[in-house]
């Protein structure tokens, strides 16, 4: 395999889909295949999914791999930070939104990349894509591969009110317009789009489980790639 001797990442992202089947199981996945480090080709693996889906769960099962996570929503509340903006969930949806409009919709992406491209290690996470014009952005300068965290919005109702944030919906008007924001930028056909799903209707090791498995199979891939 040739490699440009200019560094490049490649990029895999996670969605949230609905009624698709994960992965069969794959056997002989218990020993992990080692991170390398160095200059070599980047992989970014972008966690996407509606809100309360898993995303964050799903990415913890990244972190404890040593790869490194970058949150949508962070880069969101960066900018507000710089417009000096306070952090209420309808001043933060709002900007997300007008960021957008402003600058196109992988506005986020091109935020997102100066940061991956100083990380290190050969895999960066990405969490909370919200668009195929996010993909496209990325994919200037790396690899992309979608994986998709799917729960039914009953699951997702009562995960976000049990997590008891300031940003939890008030009640089911409230959920379905936080829905309808994450529609608007495009999240739906991003999350049909994806290369991976992982059904998230069951526990959390059942979620973190199923992600390894996901993981594994997509490191896998990249090693003999």
């Known amino acids: 395999m040739v490699v440009n001797s200019r560094r490049q990442t490649s990029?895999?992202?996670?969605?949230?889909?609905?009624?698709?089947?994960?992965?069969?199981?794959?056997?002989?996945?218990?020993?992990?295949?080692?991170?390398?480090?160095?200059?070599?080709?980047?992989?970014?693996?972008?966690?996407?999914?509606?809100?309360?889906?898993?995303?964050?769960?799903?990415?913890?099962?990244m972190k404890t791999r040593g790869i490194p996570v970058f949150v949508s929503g962070d880069i969101i509340r960066a900018e507000a930070r710089k417009r000096k903006l306070k952090f209420t969930r309808?001043?933060?949806?709002?900007?997300?939104?007008?960021?957008?409009?402003?600058?196109?919709?992988?506005?986020?992406?091109?935020?997102?990349?100066?940061?991956?491209?100083?990380?290190?290690?050969?895999?960066?996470?990405?969490?909370?894509?919200?668009?195929?014009?996010?993909?496209?952005?990325?994919?200037?300068?790396?690899?992309?591969?979608?994986?998709?965290?799917h729960a039914s919005p009953a699951a997702r109702f009562r995960r976000l009110q049990r997590r008891r944030r300031s940003d939890r919906p008030r009640g089911l008007a409230d959920f379905a317009e936080r829905d309808n924001r994450e529609l608007s930028v495009g999240i739906a056909k991003l999350i049909a789009l994806a290369d991976r799903t992982v059904e998230n209707e069951d526990s959390k090791d059942d979620l973190k489980r199923r992600t390894r498995r996901v993981l594994q199979v997509v490191l896998k891939r990249k090693k003999f790639s």
Do not use: W
């Open 11 to 61: 990029l895999f992202i996670i969605c949230g889909t609905q009624n698709q089947e994960l992965l069969p199981p794959t056997r002989r996945i218990a020993r992990e295949l080692p991170l390398r480090t160095g200059n070599v080709k980047k992989t970014v693996l972008v966690i996407v999914g509606m809100p309360g889906a898993g995303k964050s769960l799903a990415s913890s099962v």
């Open 90 to 149: 309808k001043i933060l949806g709002e900007l997300m939104l007008k960021i957008r409009k402003e600058e196109g919709m992988g506005a986020v992406a091109k935020r997102l990349v100066p940061l991956v491209e100083k990380e290190n290690g050969e895999f960066v996470v990405y969490e909370g894509a919200r668009s195929v014009e996010e993909v496209d952005e990325l994919r200037r300068k790396h690899d992309v591969v979608t994986i998709a965290i």
